[in-house]
Structure formats: C-alpha cells, structure tokens
C-alpha cells in the first residue's frame, strides 16, 4: 500500500493567479490548503482567514512582565533585602527605577515577539515535504504555488489534481509525504 | 513581472554567491583584520597592565573610553531609528536601506558595548552589573546611570539583532534556493530556518517585524537619554544640564543619518546596486541629512543661550568650552557636522558619490569633536580649581578606537560579501506593485 501523498500543489506565475485560485478553491468547498510566495501578499493572507492579532497581544504582555519584573527587582534589592541610603534619598526612589523599567520592557516585548513568531511558525523546521517538490525552490523567487494538503476532507487525488489543473496554472505535482 | 522579480534577486542574491568578489574587498578586509589585530592588543594590554596605560586621571576618568562609547552609540541609534522609521512609514527607500542600516545599528552596537566593559578595569567580572545573588550579598545599585546603561546596551544588541536576523530569514531562503554549492546550501540553509514562504508565514512575520520596528523607536530615544544621564546626574557644571538628552538624541541621529549615507553612496558604487538603491533615494536620504544638521546647530544655539541665562560657573564652563583649551574641538565640531553638510542644499552635491563620501565622513568626525568637546572640555573647569588640568590620549586608547573602526569595517565588509545588502523580498514586492498599479 503506497503512502497517503502529502498534498498536491500547483505551480503559478503571477499573485493574481494564485489568488484566483485559492478564491476558487475556497468556493470548491476546500479548507486545507497553503499558498507560497516570494513575497508577502496581504490579500491572500486575508482570503485565506490568517489573523495575526496575537502578535501585539504578546508584546504587550511579555512588555508588562519585563517591566514589572524589573521592577518589582529593583524594588525589592535596593529597598527591602540590602536597603542603601544614598544621600538620604528614599529607598523607593522611582523616578531613578524608570529607566531600566522602560528598556527592560521594550526588550522582553521585542524578544518575546520575535521568539514567539518563530514559535507561531514552527520554525525552525528544516525539513518539510514542499521541498521534495521539483521546482519549489523558486518559490523564493519569482513562482507562486498553492498546496491542497492531503488531509482535506475533500482530498481525492485525481479529482483535487483535475481541480488544480482548472486554474490555469504552469505545471501541476504531487507532493509525496515524507518519512 | 516575474522577469523583474528574477533580474532583483539574481543582481542581489548572486553578490552574495559569488564565489570571486575581487581584490578592493580583499584588501579593505586585509586592511580591517588589522586594525581587528590591533584591537585584540590592545585589549589584552589593557587586561593585563590595566587602565593605567591609558592617559585618563582625576578629573578626566573616562577620557577616550566614554567619547569613543557615545560616538558608537550614536551611530547605532541613529542607523535603527532611520531603518523602523523606513519600515514603519512603509516608504519605497526602505527596500534600499534599511537592511543595511540594521546592519550598521548592530555592528555599532558591538563595537560601543566593548568600551563601557574594558573600562571597568577588571573586565572579567563585567557580570557584576547584573543582578545575580552573589555571595557578597551586595546587590548592583540601581539608581546608578551605570547600570541603566547596562540594560540599554543589551537590550538595544539583543532587539536590533533580532530584528536584523528575523528581516534577514526570507532572503536567507532565497540564498539557500540559489546556492550552487553544498556547502552554501547547508549554510544558508540552517539560517534560513526551513522558511518556505508560506502566505500565512508572512502574515504574521510582517505583523511581528513592524511591532519590533515600532518598539526600536522609544528604546533608542531612552537609551541616547541614558547615555546623556551618565553626564546630566553629576555635579559637573558644564554638564549638570537638562538639555543633554535632547542634545545626545539629535546630534546621535545626525551622526547616525550621515554612517547610513556613507554606506549607501559607497555600496551604490562599489556593488554597482544604483538600481535599487537609486538617485531619488540617495536624495531623499542627503535632504535628511541635511535637515538633522540644521537640528544639530539648532541646538548649539540652545546650548549658548542656555549658558547665557545660568549662574556664573556652569557659564564659565561652557564658554571655557568654547573659547579654553578645547576650543578647537568644539569649534571643529560646528565645521564638521553643521557647516559642511550645507553643500547638500545643492542638487548635484545630494546626487554625487564623493559628495555623500565627503559629507557622510564630515558629520562623523564632527560628531565625535562634540563628544570630546563636552566629555573632556567640559570636565576642564570644574568647582575645584586645583584639578584643572588637560588630558590627552595615550597610545594603547588610540589603537583601542582604531581597533574597533577595524572590527565595525570588516563586519560591514563580511556583511556585504555574505549576505543580502538589499531586501530582496522587499523590493520584489514594491516591484510587483509599480508593475499592478
């Protein structure tokens, strides 16, 4: 028994395309799919339903921790646990306690952003099955390629390969499953 | 347009691939890894005999140290500022740009954090600054500027690596898809962290690289103001002002602007990449220029008048500053970085290679005259007269500033030689778009 492919993925040449066909494989009824591209395309991104609001939610989040840990650090050391007085100062000085405040939020919310993306993405992943695809490499170029993942309910290997080659596209693949 | 898209990525991705870059970059870097020689010696020497081979006394304690520390840190915030402000306004320049002005941010970066770290003395307990629970007891004090330094150098190495590396992972790919090496692959390949260009990837590494560029903006403001704290809090009278951050922060970008300029003028003509980085561009970046030295002597005028309306010593100070022993420097300092950057008002000068070389140089020389003016004139006359003394730098500081010209070159020069300089996904795109619209 030969293996479930992974996908079957078309081969585009300009965004517009692409985004025709995804649009009409939405209407097809599909909901497991991908598309590539050299670039980002909003529009796409959009009629594929990603929303990216959890990026500013981690960021402001992680900035809120930096900040009160740093904080709440600074307060605790210099206040409680090895008390200075510096020319009769108070102990909680705050306005000398803002600064490192400020910075050390903006770098756990700056971290914590990127870090996360990576985490959002699954990256590193150095292997993945789009890569045995002869001819995916250009989709860091100057090709667009839409992958109907083999998990779709709909997925029917000759049908879903009969559907792609609708769109119009340059070229038509399988995408063998890996392992 | 897929033409087009191919013609960017073979111009950009092939200068990194290319197996032969010819002799100027071999001798440039010949030339960098030397001054990178001399810096190790000096460190080591400094390591080993101490910070007495270098010529700072009471009251000069930072001398060299701190001048050469503001200079590189001005020069970081102002490359990063420029670059989130490209990325944030979404403007066309920035597919030129501002991937090199992360570079010179973060190349900046490292060579400033060595000298707060060497001038500690005893180096190797640099990790004294952090709060860990050490067995004195003791915990750092933290109404000290010093340590507000701290966390704002790493933090501005941390976030502008980041932000550089996670830009750079797109094209990174790229590099991988086109290397004809094995080795390259493998490479680039592991950088590039298996991206595959997924549309839904890009979604959210655009949303993620704005929020980081948003977030570059008021850490660079803090950390030039913290740099000026360090001044601001003592007693000294010259310095003891509450201009100094705004007078760090707007000579800093300046001074930042001109390094951007200097590398796109230079890149434009040595790598031949005058199509994407174009006249218009270059223009655009010599009238920013431009604007932030009218900024610059804007606030030497303040400076002035802010002397002027102060009680007696902090005004003796400031015009010892400008008339005393250092009054060359100061003076040197209106030439280089406000006086010469007016060529720039011309058309031909915004548009010409040795123009841009002239004045990028000009405004970093200047700039550096300013912080040796307000570091070393400004300590001149303090309250006690019998610590009024010069100060000159020895030899082991002079190769030590020397040594990290060298390392910031050679990181630039491996920069260029390695990686994409330009966006190559950015300018993909802007070039779809001409093409659609």
Known sequence: ?179 | MSGRAQAVTSTVADVALSRRFGWVWWIALLASGALVLLLGYTLISVAILGVGVWGVNIPFVWGFDLINYAWWIGIANGASLFAAILVLRRHGLRTAVNRFAEGVAFFAVICAGIFPIVHLGRPWLFYWVFPYPATFQVWPQFRSTLTWDFWAISTHAIVTSLLWYVGLIPDLATLRDRARTRAAKRVYGVFALGWRGSVRHWAYHQRAYRLVAILVLPLILIMQSTVAFEFAVTLVPDWHETRQPLHFVATGLAQGLSIVLLVAVLLRWGLRLGRYIDEEDVDLLGRLVLASALVSGYLYLDEIASALLAERIPQEATFNRITGDYAGLYWMSIVYSIVIPQLLWLKAARQSTVAGIFVGISIGVGIWFDRFSIIIGGLQTDYLPSIWRTYAPTLPETGLFLGTLGLFAALLLLFVRFLPVVSMFETRHDEHEEASS
Not at chain 1, 39 to 65: C, K, M, N, Q, S
Not at chain 1, 102 to 120: F, R
């Open chain 1, 1 to 179: 028994m030969t293996q479930a492919p992974y996908g079957v993925m078309a081969e585009f040449k300009t965004p517009d395309a692409l985004l025709a066909a995804v649009r009409s494989a939405k209407r097809a009824g599909y909901t497991r799919f991908d598309a590539y591209s050299p670039f980002p395309l909003p529009d796409l991104a959009e009629e594929l339903g990603v929303r990216t609001t959890v990026i500013p939610w981690i960021a402001f989040v992680a900035g809120l921790i930096g900040a009160g840990l740093q904080y709440g650090a600074q307060y605790w050391m210099n206040a409680v646990d090895y008390p200075l007085n510096v020319g009769g100062r108070p102990l909680d000085s705050w306005p000398a306690f803002i600064p490192a405040t400020l910075i050390v939020a903006i770098l756990w919310a700056g971290a914590a952003t990127l870090i996360g993306l990576l985490l959002i993405l699954r990256l590193p992943r150095l292997h993945h099955p789009v890569f045995a695809v002869h001819g995916f490499e250009r989709a860091s170029n100057d090709r667009f390629f839409l992958c109907i993942l083999g998990d779709d309910p709909l997925f029917e290997d000759n049908e879903t390969r009969g559907f792609l080659e609708a769109q119009s596209p340059m070229i038509v693949r399988e995408v063998p499953a890996c392992g």
